[in-house]
């Protein structure tokens, strides 16, 4: 049986493991990848926004309301998945900072 110091020499070892670019190849093909599936989600991002405002525009002018309502639901939608395509570097650099205060 283990004494508590020892449990806790063991909770607090630091294994030294952290984030280090050029350790795996295909680095710079693997962010390709992801830089082009960021393009092509805020491409479909600008045809989801040019839908649902042209939706939204016929349902106010044809007193559709239903339709209306739906395009308004479709632009918001459009518009926070810009913000989060958008922002996504920035929050995982932020929550990756985060992470790395934690000891």
């Known amino acids: 049986m283990t004494s508590i110091s020892e449990r806790l020499l063991q909770l607090a070892y630091d294994p030294g493991i952290s984030p280090k670019g050029g350790g795996l190849p295909g680095l710079a093909v693997l962010k390709s990848v992801v830089n082009s599936i960021n393009l092509f989600g805020i491409i479909s991002v600008v045809g989801a926004l040019a839908v649902s405002l042209g939706v939204w525009a016929w349902g106010h002018h044809s007193g559709g309301h239903q339709a209306?309502?739906?395009?308004?639901?479709?632009?918001?939608?459009?518009?926070?998945?810009?913000?989060?395509?958008?922002a996504a570097n920035g929050i995982v650099a932020f929550f990756s900072a985060l992470g790395e205060q934690v000891r």
Not at 74 to 83: D, E, S, T
């Open 68 to 86: 209306e309502a739906n395009g308004k639901k479709g632009a918001v939608v459009a518009a926070g998945a810009a913000l989060g395509l958008g």
